[in-house]
């Protein structure tokens, strides 16, 4: 049902409407360079259903931000809350390239089957050694989301 709402936003199938007045937007950290990474919950925030939509984690590549921010603005499915964080590498969006501002590709620096990489896909010299990656994985395991998609 997320899939087809998302697909819908995306090209326009379902009008806008004012976002949720359940709508609440919090800080979850820092990227490397000091920008904020924000949240934002529509729907019931204590909802048994949890979905996570990030719309940009290679700096180069956030097309899912015009999904996110289309989702914004539309009503989450009852019994469900929908997290979203447009940007999740702001540092890397404002230049326009894959890694956050240590080079690192916040994909590559989860702890989940870690290894060291280096050039485009740099791993960072450790597992959740990035403040992107750090602030994603507090702000998930405290809302212990269902589903998570970027």
């Not at 447009?86 to 994909?107: E, S, W, Y």
């Not at 960072?124 to 050694?129: D, E, N, Q, V, Y």
């Amino acid at each position: 049902m997320l899939a087809a709402l998302a697909a819908a936003a995306v090209v326009g199938v379902v009008a806008p409407v004012p976002a949720a007045a359940t709508a609440h937007v919090e800080t979850i950290g820092h990227s490397r360079e000091g920008r904020a990474i924000v949240a934002r919950a529509v729907g019931n925030r204590g909802a048994e259903r949890r979905v996570l939509v990030i719309g940009c984690i290679h700096g180069n590549e956030c097309a899912g931000v015009r999904v996110t921010r289309r989702l914004a603005g539309l009503p989450a499915p009852d019994g469900s809350v929908i997290w979203l964080v447009h940007q999740l590498n702001p540092d890397g969006a404002a230049r326009r390239r894959r890694g956050n501002a240590r080079g690192v590709d916040l994909n590559r620096n989860f702890p989940y089957r870690w290894q060291p990489q280096d050039g485009i896909y740099e791993s960072g010299p450790g597992p959740a050694s990035e403040p992107e990656t750090q602030a994603i994985q507090r702000f998930d395991s405290c809302r212990s989301q269902a589903l998570a998609l970027a």
